[in-house]
């Protein structure tokens, strides 16, 4: 790699694009933007990994194992020597060699992109930090899904900023 920076993209499947077993709002847009993000950091010659979750069953609401909506949306398709990390877990570093993979490339920042926010995006970002990696968070590269709980309804753009605002103060730059 040119540099010490990686892009990472989670979870830009299928599932979460209208149509698919889980939608997330404005899906279209947050994809759009993250293949204009990836395409910059490919000019750029910085490290690509792309991160995909399956669930544990077939019988899961979504990624189900093997399916097309489990599958990486072709807006972000990864490119021949790109690396692809299957996970299993919200945070990208659970049980997977993304940080050994990120060390050997002598990565020390890291641009993160993709849904859901309120889970994956969260997760995977402090994790990052508590790695000890630099991270940069692009907010309309990433997607959240209204959400309720205990009778209390938030909308997408609600729960995006319920989470990035803790994120942006401790986490990440939030862009």
Same mark, same amino acid.
């Given at each position: 790699?040119?540099?010490?920076?990686?892009?990472?993209?989670?979870?830009?499947?299928?599932?979460?694009?209208? =149509?698919?077993?889980?939608?997330?709002?404005?899906? @279209? $847009?947050?994809?759009?933007?993250?293949?204009? &993000?990836?395409?910059?950091? $490919? %000019?750029?010659?910085?490290?690509?990994?792309?991160?995909?979750?399956?669930?544990?069953? @077939? *019988?899961?609401?979504?990624? $189900?194992? =093997?399916?097309?909506?489990?599958?990486?949306?072709?807006? &972000?398709?990864?490119?021949?020597?790109?690396? #692809?990390?299957?996970?299993?877990?919200?945070? *990208?570093?659970?049980? !997977?060699?993304?940080? %050994? +993979?990120?060390? *050997?490339?002598?990565? %020390?920042?890291? !641009?993160?992109? =993709?849904?859901? !926010?309120?889970?994956?995006?969260?997760? !995977?970002?402090?994790?990052? $930090?508590? /790695?000890?990696?630099? #991270?940069?968070?692009?907010? @309309?590269?990433? =997607?959240?899904?209204?959400? *309720?709980?205990?009778? #209390?309804?938030?909308?997408?753009?609600? #729960? +995006?900023?319920?989470?990035?605002?803790? /994120?942006?103060?401790?986490?990440?730059?939030?862009?």
């Amino acid at each position: 790699m040119s540099n010490a920076n990686a892009l990472i993209l989670v979870d830009i499947q299928n599932d979460y694009f209208t =149509g698919g077993l889980w939608p997330v709002e404005d899906m @279209d $847009r947050v994809a759009s933007q993250a293949a204009e &993000v990836l395409h910059d950091a $490919r %000019t750029a010659g910085e490290m690509i990994v792309h991160v995909y979750h399956e669930a544990a069953s @077939d *019988s899961a609401p979504f990624f $189900r194992p =093997g399916t097309l909506g489990a599958q990486i949306h072709a807006s &972000v398709a990864p490119l021949k020597g790109e690396a #692809v990390i299957l996970k299993h877990r919200p945070n *990208s570093f659970h049980e !997977t060699d993304l940080h %050994t +993979q990120l060390q *050997s490339a002598g990565i %020390t920042h890291m !641009t993160i992109i =993709g849904a859901m !926010t309120q889970m994956c995006i969260d997760a !995977t970002t402090r994790a990052a $930090r508590d /790695l000890g990696y630099d #991270v940069t968070l692009v907010s @309309d590269a990433c =997607g959240a899904k209204a959400l *309720s709980f205990n009778g #209390v309804h938030l909308g997408a753009a609600e #729960v +995006q900023a319920a989470f990035l605002g803790p /994120l942006a103060m401790s986490y990440a730059k939030v862009i």
